[in-house]
């Protein structure tokens, strides 16, 4: 059997504008190339009024009756639409989530090594997750286990130039601890 090749759908769908001859209402309410409204017209009328000076016919608001339509060059509109999304798109930070591993017989330096870590993951801004697994018959004091959480958190918060906030509480699941910290700034 012949598999069929789908493309994925986008996450978001890209607001589309009718251009033109796509405009199949008979009336549209009309805004000149100055943004000056001239009102309700046949929408011939409005494509030949865009004709003579250049230019296109773009369906702003199709939602309204009549639809809103404005003449517009749509080339240099499309361009300016996609620079706008480029920057949003620059301007976007991106979040990780950054992992941190505990266990119950932590060392001292080792705790004091991971602390560093979190400390420096939560200055550049990434969220981190503390994570302590419990093996064998540790599994008998989880109570130890939280310590542990609370005492790492609590270090955290005590240090200045953080302002920690808990994203998600601690989860136990099994033998497994969680919990999820951001530096709110």
Do not use: W
């Not at 008979?26 to 003579?52: C, H, R, W, Y």
């Not at 930070?93 to 080792?110: M, N, T, W, Y």
Request: aromatic share 8%; glycine share 6%; charged share 35%.
């Amino acid at each position: 059997m012949r598999r069929v090749y789908r493309r994925p759908k986008p996450d978001f769908e890209e607001k589309r504008f009718r251009v033109n001859q796509q405009i199949r209402v008979p009336v549209v309410f009309l805004i000149d190339e100055n943004g000056v409204s001239v009102g309700e017209m046949p929408t011939g009328k409005a494509l030949s009024m865009a004709e003579q000076v250049g230019m296109d016919v773009v369906e702003v608001n199709p939602k309204i009756q009549p639809p809103v339509v404005k003449i517009m060059d749509y080339g240099q509109f499309k361009y300016k639409k996609e620079k706008e999304a480029q920057k949003q798109k620059v301007k976007q930070k991106k979040v990780e989530i950054k992992g941190i591993r505990l266990s119950v017989r932590i060392s001292q330096h080792d705790f004091d090594f991971r602390f560093e870590q979190a400390k420096k993951f939560l200055e550049r801004g990434d969220k981190l997750k503390l994570e302590l697994i419990l093996k064998g018959r540790e599994r008998q004091h989880p109570e130890k286990a939280e310590e542990i959480m609370k005492k790492f958190y609590q270090k955290l918060k005590a240090t200045p130039g953080l302002s920690m906030e808990i994203e998600q509480g601690l989860t136990k699941q099994g033998g497994r601890f969680n919990i999820i910290l951001i530096n709110k700034q």
